[in-house]
Structure formats: structure tokens, C-alpha cells
């Protein structure tokens, strides 16, 4: 089985989305009153003929539901980040999607984070160099924060600059062990360059990348639930 359509390694209720153009929705049992959002973003880039589709993987849903299990909209963006060379797109379309969320009259406009994923991290950068007074809080999972030698990348897409701009906003980030060394050198420039950020680290010693999928432990879980706890309290 590809690691990609393997569950969720922390089981939660399902619920089934509501499909929109740029993201699917997961919304809490009783939505009474607008609500805080997380925005879920996937890694990439991957070619665009991979199946399912990544607002379909079991992860992804997984911290979505997670959130509306919560009482919090859950939403899983569509950035169609196809190649290295489409992150300016792609940051496009995560844009599109915080705009709808926020004109949705279920979602609090005032109240929403961004949980940024492996390839995605890099488009982290432009929220924490200028971060918006409606964005709560910037979660960060194995991210990718160094572009890999060869990317055509923007020099807007530099977390590690960035984070210094990002003032008091809250940044969870979770950091895994057996991290890949050249991602593992990105996660580090940034953690020294967020000094004086507002920056909280859950460790999962024993994960790898992705190990919200590859390793189904009570270690995983448990890492998986502190980050959500600590994400959840920064939109209260």
C-alpha cells in the first residue's frame, strides 16, 4: 500500500467533507454560531495525474476531521502544486481558499490557522513575513523550509528570513527524529532563525517524515493530539 492512502494513524470520527472549488469543508455536528477554521495545506509538489487526489488522502481528512471533532471548521485546500516551478500558483490558490473560508457566514473571519505540510511549508513564508490580524496561529508538520537544490523558486518562499518578521505570532511546529537530512537541515536553520518568534515545538523522537502515516504509534498519536491541542487554544 502507498503511504499516501494508508489511514490516519490517530483514529477519528468520519465525517464527510463538503466539496468546494479550492477545498473541502468538515464541519463540526453543531455548527451554531461562525466558528474558527484551520486551513489544512498538503506537501507537494506532485504530479498532477496522482491518485487520489491529496484533499482525498486519509491524513489530511484526518486533521480535519480532528479539528471538527473539536467544535473547529476543519478544511483541506486543493493548491494544485504540481511542479517546483508552481508554488506562486499554488500560494495563489491557498489564498483563494482563506478568502472563501472567511466570507463563509459558519466560519468566525477573525479566527483561523494555517497547517502547513511537508513540500508546503515553504509557502509558509509570505504568512509569517506579513501575518494578517485574523490569522491565529501557523502550524508546520516535517515541513519543508530549505528549497531543494535545482527549485526554481521565488525568494519570497524563504521561512527561514521570514519567521524573524513573523512579531507575536503563535507557530507550532511539529519536529520529527528520523527526519530526511536535507529536510532536517531546513527545520533546523529555522528553529535557530525563530529565536525570539513565538515558536513551540512538539518532537516525535522516534517519527519519520510523514509519520502521521508510517508509523502507527502511540508515540505518533500522541504527538498528533498536542499539536492539535495547541493549535485549537491559539483560535479560542
Known amino acids: 500500500m502507498m503511504d499516501f492512502v494508508k489511514p490516519f494513524v490517530l483514529p477519528v470520527e468520519d465525517r464527510a467533507p463538503e466539496r468546494q472549488e479550492f477545498h473541502d469543508l468538515y464541519l463540526p455536528g453543531d455548527i451554531a454560531g461562525p466558528r474558527p477554521a ?59 481558499a482563506l478568502e472563501s473560508l472567511r466570507s463563509d457566514p459558519r466560519v468566525d473571519e477573525n479566527r483561523l490557522a494555517l497547517w502547513f505540510f511537508s513540500g508546503s511549508g ?62 532536517a537541515v531546513g527545520v533546523a536553520a529555522f528553529v535557530e532563525a525563530a529565536a525570539k518568534a513565538n515558536l513551540e515545538i512538539v518532537d516525535v523522537p522516534d517519527g519519520h517524515h510523514s509519520f502521521d502515516v508510517k508509523d502507527d504509534t502511540d508515540q505518533s498519536r500522541a504527538a498528533i493530539s498536542r499539536a492539535a491541542d495547541l493549535v485549537i487554544a491559539k483560535l479560542a
Open 38 to 96: 484551520i486551513l489544512v495545506v498538503p506537501g507537494g509538489p506532485l504530479p498532477a495525474e496522482v491518485r487520489p487526489i491529496q484533499r482525498d488522502w486519509p491524513v489530511f481528512q484526518g486533521y480535519a476531521r480532528l479539528a471538527a471533532s473539536r467544535g473547529t471548521v476543519g478544511a483541506v485546500v486543493d493548491h494544485r502544486l504540481h511542479s517546483p516551478d508552481a508554488y506562486g500558483a499554488g500560494a495563489a490558490n491557498v489564498a483563494a
Open 122 to 183: 515553504l509557502m509558509a513564508a509570505d504568512w509569517l513575513r506579513e501575518p494578517p490580524s485574523w490569522l491565529r496561529v501557523v502550524a508546520l508538520s516535517y515541513p519543508v523550509l530549505v528549497p531543494f537544490p535545482g527549485w526554481p523558486l521565488q525568494a519570497r518562499f524563504d521561512p527561514v528570513a521570514a519567521v524573524a518578521e513573523a512579531g507575536d505570532l503563535p507557530i507550532v511546529l511539529t519536529r520529527v527524529g528520523r527526519e530526511d537530512p536535507a529536510v
